[in-house]
């Protein structure tokens, strides 16, 4: 059974949700990173084609929702990551900025 899924992470944190498919029993074919603009802060839009047979090494079926649920559970986890960098990021630009003026006041005062 193959699976296309789309997630957004950073170089790192993709490694890290590659991993916990390779560890669930999951190929991963391929993974491809979006254009410039799905970027977000430090993080990319990546396409994931993955495979997986559709039995366990016990030789039991895999359940559609056993699969859905994981899926769905590393996307999750990955795009939550991604925009607290990016709010992270955006704090720290703003008060950086907030910095700068209140520095340039108290000199120019």
Known sequence: MQR???????QSDLN??????????????SATKGSEWGRVGFS???TIVLERPDTTPSGSK??????DRFVTEAQSSSTKK????????GVGVL???????????LVLL
């Open 82 to 89: 991604s925009y607290i960098k990016a709010v992270a990021l």
């Open 44 to 46: 990319y839009k990546w």
């Open 16 to 29: 890290e949700i590659l991993e916990r498919f390779v560890s669930a029993g999951w190929k991963v074919l």
């Open 95 to 105: 008060v950086g900025i907030a910095l700068f003026f209140v520095i340039l006041y």
């Open 62 to 67: 895999y359940t559609p929702q056993q699969m």
């Open 4 to 10: 296309v899924i789309t997630v957004r992470a950073s």
